[in-house]
């Protein structure tokens, strides 16, 4: 079993790579060949006993996608992609990586189908930014694709694009939306969505963090682990069950900040919830109050994906995963 | 007031440049400079007192769009596709006229806006092909687009990039989701829903015609007169009112073929029904059971977009427009 990670220098792609290292099968086989690419060069994975090969290199680039896909892996994770606030303000950086990248993979792999019959099984990333405002809580699985932003557009035609291939048999493709991924390990960062992970990462080390939007935001979460669990059961689910629709609102926790800080209370007492400062800003208020709020998920959950019943169990899952058991 | 039609030589094409050249307004002032292009070169219309140019270009061709740009037309209809069957069965060509074409209209326009502030009125036409079996009915506004047809998901793909464009003030974009047009004037051709016309516009002038599926198949429709109507409309306006959310799925009627049939009966007597010869062909109609039966339309509605109340009124429509008034 030969796996290829596009995208693997990135947090999922980083911890999908150590699942599969650590011995996570991939359509009930071991992965014995593990290609690694990202426009910064992924490391090497220590301790894996089958073969790696890293590679730095821009899919939107001629001929990379080629590249890719000579040694014809048998699965390839494509989560590749620039975020939503560099798309937005690099309109034509956005479109070349997010689209045409994706489209330049999907192009070499019907070329290779056409040649000699390769199908690979194709698990994109896609983003709950495929909606837009206003919208329904929870958001039903047959709710359109309006996107707000760039990316969510490059997402929503890269869905659209998967699924053509898809039924043309050029390959086995598979979209999973990813919900806002909470905790997020590392550093604050200066996404606005990045408060939704620090005011519960940093008081667990001690650490102060900003709150700067009100407690009554309900936003659409889901741990690195459950998103790295969504990856590897859409590489072995059966496509005929999902059939032709072939993009999935993934399961996730629909938690209001509020409800956030009373699970970090649970889980780490009040010393932890004293830690986050509120620093109102209206801007990123606005632009939370206009993100997806939750979504039904019925799909998914009746395939098989899985995720955190509750904030505490996301929270206590970064603790396992992150912090050694101990807050 | 200076409109270019692309794909001017198609039949909503030429009955718009029609309408145009007998003197409909675009936003409330006269067009005297009226552009035609298409792959095969369009006719110069006669009659017409302001310039024309007519021009046989391919948009999917590099350096097109730019020049059809270049004299900075204020409406912009970009009518232009290769047909369902045919983006089907060549991949290549689908994605190219239909998809590569329509972006490198919209880029044009992007470097041109950014080069001089140029933000012209696009009008798109979409269709009802971008939604995908299984389907309510009728089909509400916020339903996804899942279409099952390389056609439907280049449409798809257009609709979002539009909508992308025109939140970045690019261009003042719309898309118009028009349903199947009923009667489509000429002969009859192979499209599999050929059919849905051919059965009345052949009675109507005492020839036969085959209908290839059960009388219960339902379907969504509208009048060419109509679908001009949209792209006039849609020309005219307020942007502003229709929000974000730029592709809006127009009203038509929803009949069954056995309801078709009434009002053929009602317009043109039992005669003209006694020249429908049934000739099942179960191709046809598993083909037709995956189509919309119909939309709800509230947005376009409310938005001022008309169509024919009844099958009575879409019959009355040909007589009147092909017919000279007698059937």
């Known amino acids: 079993m030969h796996a290829l990670i596009v995208g693997a220098a990135g947090m999922v792609g980083r911890k999908l790579t150590d699942r599969i290292v650590r011995g996570a099968p991939l359509q009930g086989k071991a992965v014995d060949h593990l290609s690694l690419v ?84 194709v698990v994109f990333a896609s983003s709950i930014a495929v909606v837009g405002a206003p919208l329904p809580y929870p958001i039903p699985d047959e709710f359109h694709a309006t996107p707000l932003t760039s990316y969510g557009t490059q997402k929503a035609i890269c869905e659209l694009l998967l699924s053509d291939y898809s039924r043309h048999g050029f390959f086995d493709g598979i979209g999973i939306r990813l919900p806002t991924i909470c905790i997020r390990p590392g550093k ?56 032709p629709r072939r993009n999935l609102s993934m399961p996730g926790v629909s938690a209001t900040v509020g409800e ?32 997806a709020a939750g979504f039904d998920a019925t799909r998914a959950r009746q395939l098989g994906f899985t995720s955190e019943d509750s ?17």
Chains 1, 2 share one sequence.
């Open 311 to 327: 904030f505490d169990a996301i929270i206590q899952a970064h603790i396992e995963d992150e912090l050694e058991g101990a807050a």
């Open 38 to 121: 990202d426009v910064v060069a992924p490391e090497t994975p220590e301790g894996y006993s089958g073969t790696t090969d890293c590679l730095q290199a821009d899919l939107s680039e001629a001929g990379t996608a080629e590249k890719l896909i000579a040694a014809r892996p048998d699965v390839i994770f494509h989560l590749a992609a620039i975020v939503s606030g560099e798309a937005e303000k690099d309109f034509e950086k956005g479109y070349r990586i997010n689209l045409d990248g994706s489209r330049a993979l999907f192009e070499a792999i019907r070329h290779a189908n056409l040649a000699d019959g390769y199908r690979p099984r």
């Open 260 to 291: 956030q800080i009373e699970a970090l209370r649970r889980v780490a007492g009040q010393k932890a919830v004293a830690l986050i400062r509120r620093e109102p800003d209206a801007m990123i208020t606005k632009m939370c109050e206009s993100w």
């Open 188 to 243: 604050p960062n200066a996404a606005a969505s990045g408060f939704f992970s620090n005011i519960l990462r940093e008081p667990l080390v001690g650490q102060e963090a900003v709150l700067p939007v009100p407690e009554t935001i309900r936003h659409w979460h889901t741990s690195p682990r459950s998103a790295v669990g969504f990856m590897l059961h859409a590489a072995d689910i059966d496509l005929d069950e999902v059939g």
